[in-house]
């Protein structure tokens, strides 16, 4: 392991979507995280079922565990005595019924870092209802701002809740807990929703809301589409161009890239009124070229123009590569650990472990006893998951 993390314990109780890209998070900056999985499902795998490709699930070993079982949590709180940090993704209520909750944790390890990742929050009216990152940013308010004029709020995929709200907010949360037990020898719990997340996300804009520099008309404002001069547009080739030139000096650049510096019935950049009419223009000019020829004159100017690169398409483009922004992995291309350390630099760890697969290997590595290990698999407590040889 290496990374500004390395040294520190984390245990994952497996799930899906936050947690596990809080847990790769970090996994990525060093941690030694152990996801603990279910049994049900364990057993013997074969090559074709071998979950290689969540990539939500790389850097860390996997134990699986039936928390269900008589012997289950006494599992989990064995690991807890020797960790930093806990992290969860449960409806609230649900580890304590288990018997793996922050007062059983804390009471085996004061200096715990309990993290806990739901919807709507440890308590409140919502609190145990169900949801997903769509209906998460929707309350939040982000959603009504996300989307083209005339149209319903646009899904931003699953990032604004799940990961940017949901994971990363938990994994800063659990990272100033461990810097604030430093002077304080104690863990705490953190609360963390995706809805306060993705509010939290928003700030800047509920701000522009009240100044009256924000409409709520979604499509009508800078950065949601509105303008001409923020907004992609489809080229020659069928492939899509982002423009952002917003300052004066890069909206000059980018008319000139476009031949449009000298049309004298081009109106005011920030005329609203003919913001409609001159995005046709600019669509009718970008769409006169393919992609990359429009990068290649922009090449060199400062007019704020890149292209909209597929996911088949970033690992050759010449700055990702330069960088090492995108990686392989026993053959998997994926984005690399960030943000970049000049001490402690990370770098990718293991690949994603099939559920299970590394119980015996892990738990005597956590410090339980081979023997304890052994009794436990055979009480079916946990259970192993190996490979099936070729």
């Given amino acids: 392991m290496s990374g500004p993390l390395t040294g520190i314990r984390v245990v994952e109780i497996g799930g899906i979507g936050p947690g ?13 995280v152990l996801r603990v999985d279910r049994v049900a499902g364990g057993g013997l795998v074969g090559p074709s079922d071998d979950h290689s490709t969540e990539l939500l699930n790389r850097g860390r070993r996997s134990i699986a565990v039936d928390l269900k079982h008589p012997d289950g949590p006494e599992v989990v709180l064995s690991l807890v005595e020797q960790a930093d940090v806990l992290l969860e993704g449960f409806r609230p209520g649900v580890t304590e019924r288990l018997g793996i909750g922050p007062d059983a944790c804390l009471a085996r390890n004061p200096r715990l870092v309990y993290g806990r990742m739901t919807g709507y929050g440890q308590d409140g009216p919502m609190a145990q209802a169900v949801g997903h990152d769509l209906n998460y940013v929707a309350q939040s308010g982000a959603l009504s701002m996300i989307g083209r004029h005339g149209q319903p709020p646009t899904p931003p995929l699953s990032l604004v809740g799940d990961f940017g709200g949901g994971g990363m907010v938990l994994a800063l949360g659990i990272c100033a807990a461990l810097v604030e037990r430093q002077t304080s020898g104690r863990g705490q719990v ?16 509920f701000g522009y809301v009240q100044n009256g520099s924000w409409s709520t008309e979604r499509g009508t404002n800078i950065v ?14 069928g492939r899509w161009l982002s423009v952002a030139a917003m300052e004066p000096q890069f909206y000059a650049a980018l008319l000139s890239v476009l031949g ?12 609203h009124a003919a913001w409609p009419a001159m995005k046709e223009r600019f669509a009718a000019v970008i769409r006169t070229r ?23 398409e970033v690992e050759q483009d010449p700055h990702n590569a330069a960088r090492g922004t995108f990686v392989r992995n026993e053959g998997l291309l994926q984005p690399a650990p960030a943000p970049r350390f000049s001490r402690t630099p990370t770098a990718l760890g293991r690949r994603p472990p099939r559920p299970g697969e590394h119980t015996t290997e892990a738990l005597v590595d956590w410090g339980l006893d081979a023997e304890r290990v052994a009794a436990l698999r055979e009480a079916g407590a946990i259970a192993e998951n190996a490979r099936v040889a070729a």
Wanted: charged share 25%; aromatic share 8%.
């Fill in 224 to 237: 949601d589409s509105g303008a001409p001069f923020y907004d992609v547009y489809e080229t020659s080739d």
């Fill in 260 to 271: 449009l510096d000298g049309d004298p019935d081009l109106p005011e950049q920030h005329d």
């Fill in 190 to 205: 953190i609360d963390a929703a995706m809805v306060e997340g993705a509010a939290l996300l928003a700030t800047p804009f």
């Fill in 290 to 312: 393919t992609r990359d020829e429009w990068c290649a004159a922009a090449a060199g100017v400062e007019a704020c123009v890149a292209p909209v690169l597929g996911p088949d």
């Fill in 20 to 32: 596990p890209f809080c847990a790769m998070l970090l996994a990525d900056l060093g941690a030694d």
